[in-house]
């Protein structure tokens, strides 16, 4: 009962081609294709720049300056002769 019997996948590819189509089937499978040889090129690509990375000179990170207290609406808003609303 776990495993699908070949009876199974064939009903399940029928069932594929009908929704599918035959004429949508190739172009499907070319696409796939396709995304897979780029899917594998990037992978590579990275592979062969992590070592690359790793032997050159990590550049200093700037500290952010670290603040002890949240910032307040006030510390954001205009002055009062700004303010439209008291106009």
């Given at each position: 009962m776990g495993a699908m019997s070949p009876w199974h996948w064939a009903i399940?590819?029928?069932v594929v081609v009908i929704l599918f189509g035959s004429k949508k089937l190739p172009d499907a499978a070319r696409g796939l294709?396709?995304?897979?040889r780029i899917f594998k090129s990037e992978v590579k690509e990275m592979q062969k720049e992590g070592p690359?990375?790793?032997k050159a000179k990590p550049e200093p990170q700037q500290e952010l300056p670290q603040s002890t207290t949240p910032a307040t609406p006030q510390q954001y808003s205009t002055p009062d002769h700004a303010d439209p609303k008291s106009a």
């Open positions: 399940v590819l029928l294709g396709q995304s897979l690359e990375k790793a």
